[in-house]
């Protein structure tokens, strides 16, 4: 009988056991389920993010903005037709790869290098004539969907919109003023990615610019005007910009209540700036700086340290998407050690093969 109970008791023991361990077993993969759950979610998750980091940025229509010259501008959908009255906008729009886009463009096409590069198709569209003497009537035959002005023609944009037709009006007198022209033209033609890696483009380089030129010497740069030796540009002028970033000083700085100063030899002499820097359309030459007996005992004269901005492309010392290889390159020149032209050269490069599609330089 005892056998009986302790046999009966030793089975019940087995069976409390087993279930014990079931509902133990149970457990762990409930939680193992749980977590692998949570961890599929977190990597759903991820790979959401990573997709939507991919996306490209889209501007949502109708889209209203504010131009450069205050006028709040509604864009109801997606411009297919643009026009451009302005060389810089031009300019941009073939950075953004708007070019197929373009219905017209200013006057004298033919002399900016940098359509006959990148978008020779350019060169066969109707004119809209200048800032001067804009064609309106042609422009409107035309039928765009978006027009874009310079800021001396900001009546003329309120007359197209008067005619049913959008314009934006554009100003980008310094580096700050043409990113915001970036950023306006990226939104209101559906490129924010696009626009975003010029402006990135641009800020790496002012970065790595300040970081190399830390702490050494700012020579003082005189920049001589396209059409006159003796006009100079000011402190607020995009050109100045470009000497301060280069790692210069603009030795008209002084200048602030206009744009191009008209100044004498006596002023250059007084100044005595260390480098002279003409213009990359100067009518006149290096040669005939160097050989101007005016300027005999100026120090950049004295040095031989008179250069010509390049103007293969662009016109580096104005404010075109391209402004800021003006200052890379002029890095070059004042600070050789610090920013080797190898360097330089290497940025002009990537550059236009980034934004323009071709070399700069020849292999």
């Given at each position: ?6 046999s ?11 279930s014990a ?5 149970s ?15 977190e990597?759903?998750d ?25 006028r ?11 026009v ?12 953004l790869g ?21 978008a ?12 001067k ?40 007198e ?8 970036i ?6 033609s ?32 005189y ?9 100079t ?6 050109q ?12 008209a700085?002084d200048i ?14 007084a100044?005595?700036?260390e ?43 104005s ?17 050789p ?5 190898s ?21």
């Amino acid at each position: 009988m005892k056998k009986k109970v302790l046999s009966l008791l030793l089975v019940l023991s087995m069976v409390m056991s087993l279930s014990a361990c079931g509902q133990k077993n149970s457990s762990v993969n409930e939680e193992t389920a749980v977590s692998e759950e949570s961890t599929a979610e977190e990597t759903a998750d991820e790979s959401d993010s990573k997709t939507e980091a991919s996306e490209p940025e889209e501007t949502a229509y109708p889209v209203t903005v504010t131009d450069q010259a205050g006028r709040e501008v509604t864009i109801e959908k997606e411009p297919e037709k643009l026009v451009s009255g302005y060389y810089i906008s031009t300019s941009l729009l073939i950075a953004l790869g708007l070019e197929d886009k373009l219905a017209g463009i200013e006057a004298k096409a033919d002399t900016r290098p940098i359509y006959a590069l990148s978008a020779p198709e350019l060169l066969e569209l109707p004119s809209v004539g200048t800032a001067k003497e804009f064609d309106l009537e042609g422009c409107a035959a035309l039928d765009p969907d978006l027009v874009i002005l310079p800021l001396k023609l900001q009546d003329t944009a309120d007359t197209l919109e008067e005619l049913g037709i959008k314009a934006l009006v554009v100003n980008p007198e310094d580096q700050e003023l043409l990113n915001e022209t970036i950023s306006l033209i990226g939104t209101a033609s559906n490129t924010k990615d696009r626009a975003q890696a010029l402006l990135d483009f641009t800020a790496e380089q002012e970065q790595r610019l300040e970081e190399a030129l830390a702490g050494t010497d700012t020579p003082s740069v005189y920049l001589a005007g396209n059409s006159d030796f003796l006009s100079t540009a000011g402190e607020t002028m995009y050109q100045s910009s470009m000497i301060q970033m280069a790692g210069g000083v603009n030795a008209a700085a002084d200048i602030t209540d206009t744009y191009w100063a008209e100044v004498s030899y006596e002023q250059i002499l007084a100044w005595d700036p260390e480098y002279i820097v003409l213009a990359s359309d100067a009518s006149y030459t290096v040669e005939d700086v160097l050989a101007d007996p005016n300027l005999e005992g100026c120090a950049a004269v004295e040095n031989g340290n008179v250069v010509q901005i390049p103007g293969d492309a662009e016109a580096w010392d104005s404010p075109v998407p391209s402004g800021i290889l003006g200052a890379v390159w002029l890095s070059s020149v004042l600070h050789p050690e610090q920013c080797p032209e190898s360097d330089s050269q290497a940025v002009i490069q990537e550059f236009y093969e980034t934004f323009y599609g071709f070399a700069y330089y020849e292999n």
